[in-house]
């Protein structure tokens, strides 16, 4: 069974950073997953936030550029998403996503980031 469990989220303020952390287990091959973190705020879709490939290829939306940053530690099968200038609009549930062509898509439960004064 694939768990996916993520951590780091919370409260801050404009301006700081956060580093969320999401971990698998039950994938055998985690390598060769594409993972990404999406986000949702209340009353809007949920958006693709940042992507990372097997081959560690990386794609952003656009309103994040510059300031996320995701990577991946295979050997821990783990993903991060290290976000900083946070602003007001980075407030949302923000989501962990495994997925490969054939083998399945797999989400975490979701971690509350909200950014506020």
């Known amino acids: 069974q694939v768990q996916l469990v993520e951590s780091g989220g919370g409260l801050v303020q404009p301006g700081g950073s956060l580093r969320l952390s999401c971990a698998a287990s039950g994938l055998n091959i985690f390598s060769i997953y594409v993972l990404n973190w999406y986000r949702q705020a209340p009353g809007k879709q949920r958006e693709l936030v940042a992507a990372i490939t097997s081959s560690s290829n990386t794609n952003y939306a656009d309103s994040v550029k510059g300031r996320f940053t995701i990577s991946r530690d295979n050997a821990k099968k783990t993903v991060f998403l290290q976000m900083n200038s946070l602003k007001p609009e980075d407030t949302a549930v923000y989501y962990c996503?495994?997925?490969?062509?054939?083998?399945?898509?797999?989400w975490g439960q979701g971690i509350q980031v909200t950014v506020s004064s």
């Open positions: 996503n495994v997925k490969k062509i054939g083998l399945g898509s797999y």
